[in-house]
Structure formats: structure tokens, C-alpha cells
């Protein structure tokens, strides 16, 4: 069992920025892939950017403001949010898949509760 836990959200002005933090349990969390999600009110959950050995991977519509990055001795994964609009507001989930790939279309095994970003125009 992997216990998934978010930090970081809150409240920002347009153009702001935000650090959300993952902290991930397990003792092989260097070999997970971990990815970052998020759910607008009324809207489907959909991949914001995922992280493994092989490197990231983002969406459209964050690449250039948001960076995922990872500290392994800290089991921890994070996500820079710069640049940030209206419509980036959600819950942020983080998740880690186990088989390693860290993408949109991976099979993520645990899930957070997800932390609150909301951006005001």
C-alpha cells in the first residue's frame, strides 16, 4: 500500500504563481511513475504532466508554465505553477503508478485526496 498526500494549494491571483508538493510512501518511490491530475467543477479529471526516469510529459495547455519535478531521497514529487489563469482553477490530484511510466495513459495504482488551487481574475 502507497500512502499519496498533496500540499500546496490555496488561492492566487491571475498570473501568479504555486508549488504543490506529493509526498509518497514506499521504499522503491524512485522507481514510480508519478503524475499530477486535476478536476474543474463540472469537468472530467484530465492529466496535467507525469514524471519517471524516462523524463516528463505535459499538457498542451500547461506546457511552458507548469514544471513537475521529483527528490527521491525526499520521496516527494512537485509541480511548479507559473503563469497561472481562471481556468487552471480545480482540485489537483497526485498519483503514483507503479509500473513506472509516469504518462497520461498510465495505469496510476494510488491516488491523494487532492489539494485546492483556485486562481482569481
Known amino acids: 500500500q502507497v500512502q499519496v498526500e498533496e500540499s500546496g494549494g490555496g488561492l492566487v491571483q491571475a498570473g501568479g504563481s504555486l508549488r504543490l508538493s506529493c509526498a509518497a510512501s514506499?521504499?522503491?518511490?524512485?522507481?514510480?511513475?508519478m503524475g499530477w491530475f486535476r478536476q474543474a467543477p463540472g469537468k472530467e479529471r484530465e492529466f496535467v504532466a507525469g514524471i519517471s526516469w524516462r523524463g516528463s510529459t505535459y499538457a498542451d495547455s500547461v506546457k511552458g508554465r507548469f514544471t513537475i519535478s521529483r527528490d527521491n531521497a525526499k520521496n516527494t514529487v512537485y509541480l511548479q505553477m507559473n503563469s497561472l489563469k481562471p481556468e487552471d482553477t480545480a482540485v489537483y490530484y497526485c498519483?503514483?503508478?507503479?509500473?513506472?511510466?509516469?504518462?497520461?495513459?498510465?495505469?496510476?495504482?494510488?491516488w491523494g485526496r487532492g489539494t485546492q488551487v483556485t486562481v482569481s481574475s
Open positions: 514506499g521504499r522503491t518511490f524512485s522507481s514510480y511513475g
Open positions: 498519483a503514483a503508478d507503479l509500473s513506472g511510466h509516469g504518462r497520461n495513459w498510465s495505469p496510476y495504482d494510488y
